[in-house]
């Protein structure tokens, strides 16, 4: 399996304010994710990250409160943007380096508080 | 949106004891994926198994795949105190290559010893 560096591992920002997390894994891969998990839940999807164009975002999500980028096979950044309290979650990097029946790999997660 | 249901959502076993994991999903899939997540930090990747197998071993860790009532178990035989986690079941989508995986919403195990 590959391993995903993802940072910051955690950070406590202003509301208004925004926060980029990065997520670099160590091997070309095929397919990047972001995800949410929030307090005491579950892990939902927020976007696939798509090399050299617009990640393609899950019911609920939207570009302009996070703007996704992914340059290269190895790299992305996901941006919440204009933070309120209620984005205050884990951010989780996701990575799939074949096609189906392969294991996804995980960050390290980014534990975002908003005050 | 997530795929299904896990029960039960909170489980506390004494050291020794096995522990039983159920997760339901709605859709087709190629493979069901079980994971660990200690202390809300990253995921820990623990078996897969595809749709075509049934039953699926690794160390302590014994998982089914039940498709036709698009179900699947986890059993933690001999369970340890470093095993509390909580543990999801994530699934991805018949057909579609390289697809995200959908999480269900966890067992969150307690190992008291």
């Known amino acids: 399996s590959a391993v995903i560096s993802q940072k910051p591992s955690r950070d406590i920002c202003q509301r208004g304010t925004s926060l980029t997390i990065q997520c670099q894994v160590d091997?070309?891969?095929?397919?990047m994710f972001w995800y949410r998990q929030q307090p005491g839940q579950s892990l939902t999807l927020i976007a696939t990250a798509n090399q050299g164009s617009e990640a393609t975002y899950e019911s609920g999500f939207v570009i302009d409160k996070f703007p996704i980028s992914r340059p290269n096979l190895t790299f992305s950044t996901l941006t919440v943007s204009n933070m309120s309290p209620e984005d205050s979650s884990i951010y989780l990097c996701?990575?799939?380096?074949?096609?189906?029946?392969?294991?996804?790999?995980f960050g390290q997660g980014t534990r975002l508080t908003v005050v | 949106s997530q795929q299904g249901e896990e029960d039960p959502q909170a489980l506390s076993i004494q050291e020794g004891e096995n522990a039983t994991m159920n997760c339901s999903y709605k859709t087709s899939i190629n493979n069901l994926q079980w994971y660990r997540q200690n202390s809300g930090r990253g995921l820990v990747h623990l078996i897969l198994i595809r749709s075509n197998e049934r039953e699926k071993h690794s160390g302590r860790l014994r998982v089914t795949l039940d498709t036709s009532k698009k179900s699947s178990s986890l059993l933690i035989t001999a369970s340890r105190a470093a095993d509390t986690a909580s543990y999801f079941c994530a699934t991805d989508l018949a057909n579609q290559a390289g697809t995200a995986l959908i999480f269900g919403k966890g067992t969150t195990l307690s190992v008291s010893s």
């Open positions: 091997s070309q891969v095929t397919m």
């Open positions: 996701s990575a799939l380096r074949g096609g189906s029946n392969t294991e996804a790999f």
